[in-house]
């Protein structure tokens, strides 16, 4: 017993042909979906396509091994990856080696924070985010993960800012920039995986139309790139834009420079003794002013870069070896050959300009495995991307039990959300340590393992050997893979998460929970791209509202009904009710946060009906009683009793008679006011009364 559970993966022993046939299979086809999604939500957190494979290699065969479902495919997913990208789109540029250092840190992370929860048995703590905020949150991410597809789509630029919904804004003004090749890939890629996902659903829709864009690619030459020197540019309006996009970009290092060599002064001032102060203050000061300007300086920049991005070139060639020279679209010297090219500004950098005149594809990816090393740690690294590691880690955790929960009820199969935790948290360490970024549970490759008959985790084993042999051998196919394709395959994966009616349902199920879906729904769009503060504002609402729920729980003043079971006198009225009897019931825990509304409702109660002797508590809803709650009935108890009113209690649950027995209030009030059920506390009352027959009487 005690090895399974700690290698819960021996459970698969002695391995039976017929498993292992049907788990082939599965992985296999499972594997054809991964292939082409993991580079393409790599894209999506910001990496270069091909980290989508090493997060498609080790952390799914991990995870199907030390987790507890047979048929969860771990991976890399579009949540995980638009959180990651989101975490570290203000650390460094998105797909620079910082970037890749950072989101691989940041899978360590994720993986330590699981491991624990895990280890410590805490995968409740999940339920701090709640449903609806998961449903609000689902729906705008699977939105911004949609838009930020277009640029590639349409073959344009798309900048990074602090405001998402700005940079899709640009996006637009471009469409009539739009790459119609590039655009044709994206549709083609389209109707190839709708088509087949409604007439052919059995076939790897996917897989299918990145083979056929790939070989469409590479026979019409669909890329074309180019470099040159800002000396062949031939126009001098070109020069002159370009020579200050050169300018704004080594000033934007030269500003970034010395804001980052002022915060290192300033941190090794902090943790020098002395009187510092005033130095501190000075130094960040100076980092606000730098700023200022830096932002300056980048504004000018994106103006200057959306200028080069929107120019046509000509190019023509050099004759004998000489450098060809580029002109303004239509411009060039009458009787000079151009190319039959039309180019367009790609990108600058260190004075070269690189240009493109065909479509973006994939490109190069190297062989091999992935380098097996210990991410690079630092302390303010860690504690920069804890929040965002956090975030991760439960938005992550709840996807993949969400997913194995619901494939375990068509399987029978028993999950245990701690081990799942273990599953998830190993993987992503693993990962990291093979230059992995944060993974998690995929629902449509998961229903596509459960479809293709897989029966045990093997099946993930095997989808993670075809991955490792696609590293090994067969990286130089995927060339030509229209970066347009990829954006197609995202934008087609989350289509299935935009589900506005679960927010109509939360609404109906409780308004505030409705509240908490739409809030977290806004607030992530309005505070993208930094996603997790939408979802923790969500989170924070929905505690808050719960707080406010059960700050007010129901009382109700109870009567007998004709029926001879006791209701509410404010919704049955002119129910028979005895003058010397106040019956109550709370419908609530009783703690610090709803103590003054059940004292104000039992002096209310005894101000209503000045001629009672009698209060009785019904508590059968009272699940709990803190220091607060005991500390209230002690003090009412107290204050009835000197009005010649007795309080008495029915139907109280161990739990709330431990909490009496422990601080003495049990001695206080006694036994012989404390019943098991409201029967018997009616026959005592009326026994201590002297009367036979009564109102609430059976």
Known sequence: MFPKKLLPFLAWFPLRPSNVKADLVA?????????????????????PPYYGLYAAFLPGIIAAMWGSSAQLATGPVAVASLLTASALASMAAPGSEQFVALAIVLALLVGVVQLTLGVFKLGVVVNFLSHPVIVGFTNAAAIIIGLSQLNKLFGVSMGRSEHFIQDIWGVLQQVGETH?????????????????????PKMPGVLIAVVITTITSWAISFEHNAKIGVDQIADQEVQEIVELAVQNEARIGAIGSQIAAKQGRIKKLEKEQGDNDTL?????????????????????????????????????????GEAGKVYLKGRAPQGEKTDGHSWRIKKLSNGEIRLSGGGEVVGSIPSGLPKFELPGLSWDTLRTLLSSALVISLVGFMEAISIAKAIAAKTKQRIDPNQELLGQGI?????????????????????????????????????????????????????????????????????GLVNFSAVKHAWHAHKHDGIAAVVTFVATLAFA?????????GAGLAIVLYLYRTMQPRVAILGRYNDGTLRDTGVHKDLPTDENII????????????????????????????????????????NQLDASGEEVISHLYTRLQSIGVTMVFSGLKKQV?????????????????????????????????GVREGAFLP
Do not use: C
């Not at 590039?182 to 389209?190: E, K, Q, R, S």
């Not at 000061?285 to 120019?311: H, I, N, P």
């Not at 090994?472 to 289509?495: C, G, S």
């Open 27 to 47: 992985g296999i086809t499972v594997a054809l979906v991964l292939i082409p999604q993991s580079m393409a939500y790599a894209q999506l957190a910001g990496l």
């Open 180 to 200: 119609i090749p590039t655009l044709i890939m994206g549709v083609a890629a389209f109707a190839t995986m709708w088509g087949l996902k409604k007439f052919a």
């Open 280 to 320: 501190i203050a000075a130094l960040h000061y100076e980092v606000e002013l730098l700023q200022g300007s830096l932002k300056d300086v980048e504004d000018e920049s994106r103006l200057s870069s959306r200028a080069l991005r929107k120019l046509e070139l000509d190019m023509v060639h050099g004759a004998n």
């Open 427 to 495: 993987a992503n360490i693993v990962g990291s340590f093979s230059q992995s970024f944060p993974v998690s549970g995929s629902f449509s490759r998961s229903a596509v393992n459960l479809d293709a008959g897989a029966r045990t985790g093997l099946s993930s084993v095997f989808a993670g050997i075809i991955v490792l042999v696609t590293l090994l051998f067969l990286t130089p196919l995927l060339y030509h893979l229209p970066q347009a394709v990829l954006a197609a395959v995202i934008m087609m994966a989350v289509v």
């Open 529 to 537: 791209p930094h996603l997790d503060k939408g979802i923790m504002v």
């Open 583 to 622: 019956v109550l019931r709370f419908d609530g825990s009783l703690y610090f946060a709803n103590v003054p509304f059940f004292e104000d409702a039992i002096l209310e109660a005894a101000a209503n009906k000045p001629g009672a002797k009698y209060l009785l508590v019904i508590g059968d809803g009272i």
């Open 657 to 689: 008679l431990d909490v009496m027995h422990h601080t003495g209030l049990f001695g206080l009030i006694t036994q012989e006011n404390i019943f098991a059920n409201e029967a018997m506390a009616f026959e005592a009352i009326y026994r201590r009364m």
